[in-house]
């Protein structure tokens, strides 16, 4: 049972440390760009999808666990896609705002630089989620 666990948590390293592979130039191996909100693969998704997957195949999809892990999976992809996209282009409009107002010397000590991509796209989802369905299938049939 402890792959229910595992896997998940393997999934989503799987997916941060990819970020290097698709993103070789934007990234510095480090641990502020291992636990990068965005980019592609989403590691968020990674996790969630891995943890619906692997609790299908040892519960079963009858499961009531596995109904909750699926549910909460499409919520987390769902703030990936949208919540925090919607967050992302705040934080663009609101640097621009601050850098427009760069005389005022208040707001720049008082304003810190906001991030800016913080959510997914649904391509960068769906990777995610393949790296983590796929982890998860062979470390079942694997254990």
Do not use: C, W
């Amino acid at each position: 049972m402890y792959h229910i666990l595992l896997l998940p948590l393997l999934s989503g390293l799987v997916a941060q440390l990819a970020k290097f592979a698709f993103e070789p130039n934007r990234r510095k191996l480090d641990f502020k760009s291992i636990v990068a909100y965005s980019g592609m693969p989403s590691g968020h998704s990674a996790i969630v999808a891995s943890l619906a997957a692997i609790t299908g195949l040892e519960l079963g999809i009858a499961s009531p666990l596995f109904a909750i892990s699926f549910i909460f999976a499409l919520i987390v992809i769902r703030d990936a896609l949208g919540i925090r996209q919607y967050l992302g282009q705040h934080g663009k409009v609101l640097n621009i705002l601050v850098k427009d107002l760069r005389d005022d010397q208040v707001l720049d000590e008082k304003y810190p630089h906001l991030l800016e991509k913080i959510g997914h796209t649904p391509a960068q989802v769906t990777v995610g989620a393949a790296i983590g369905i796929l982890i998860s299938v062979i470390g079942y049939m694997v254990f």
